[in-house]
């Protein structure tokens, strides 16, 4: 990718674009080992190694998290009364000024990925990919095999006359405080606890477990994040149905 240099440094947050130039003159930057003081100067960040105070600036442009998200944080970039997600990120991560794909409600645990890579998050989101998201529900009446069946052929969502796409329920443990787990193939507002609404049932607990092919790593402890690897990223990008 051919980029300016101070967009570069001022990205990855060396600094101001005024800063770099002021560091640019006084010979702080070096390109293959070559002083540049104009930090306008365009180079290829596949190719061109750039320094800077003698330290190899790696040019990173899209970062990939994986946030195992705790109860009472909201999945937001900014909030005026809670917590965000991006609020227990890493200064280091923040500069990239990542997003969280999708939300999860503010009670809601488990796997968000949190990015500024736009595309993916589109293809992710987008109702046409039909993306799947796994969950973990603990729920307050007991499961039924006509439960099964009502998410398996789709219900309709309360107060929306919304007829959900087909989504899978598997049975943990059936009765009081029932457990199961959830796959659903989009993204409506509030979707597993008003699907369970609709068959006269309520969500206690709710935590997500995968999306696409990406799964919560377990040992991550709530709150936790960590960068997807290579193998991650390119798996979770293959496996969007482009269909």
């Known amino acids: 990718m051919k980029l300016r240099i101070d967009k570069i440094l001022s990205n990855m947050g ?94 809601t645990e488990g796997l968000l990925l949190i990015t500024n890579d736009g595309q993916l998050a589109h293809d992710l989101l987008s109702p046409r990919k039909h993306v799947d998201k796994m969950y973990y529900a603990e729920v307050e009446e007991e499961i039924t095999d006509e439960d099964v069946k009502a998410f398996a052929e789709g219900v309709i969502l309360t107060n929306e006359n919304y007829k959900t796409l087909p989504a899978k329920l598997q049975v943990i443990e059936s009765g009081y405080r029932s457990s199961c787990y959830v796959t659903i193939k989009e993204g409506k ?41 290579d193998d991650e990223i390119e798996l979770l990008k293959g496996g969007i149905n482009i269909s």
């Open 14 to 107: 060396i600094g101001s674009r005024k800063q770099i130039k002021q560091d640019a003159k006084k010979g702080l930057i070096k390109v293959n080992d070559v002083t540049v003081k104009d930090s306008s100067k365009i180079v290829d960040t596949d190719t061109d190694q750039i320094k800077y105070n003698g330290e190899v600036i790696k040019y990173v442009q899209y970062v990939y998290l994986m946030m195992n998200k705790p109860g009472g944080v909201v999945s937001a970039t900014e909030d005026n009364y809670d917590k965000t997600v991006i609020d227990l990120l890493d200064e280091e991560d923040k500069i990239y000024d990542p997003f969280p794909v999708g939300r999860l409600d503010k009670d």
């Open 189 to 229: 507002f509030h979707q597993v606890k008003r699907m369970f609404n609709a068959i006269n049932n309520e969500v206690i607990y709710l935590k997500r477990l995968s999306m696409g092919t990406l799964r919560l790593d377990e040992s991550l402890n709530s709150g936790e994040y960590r960068h997807l690897t």
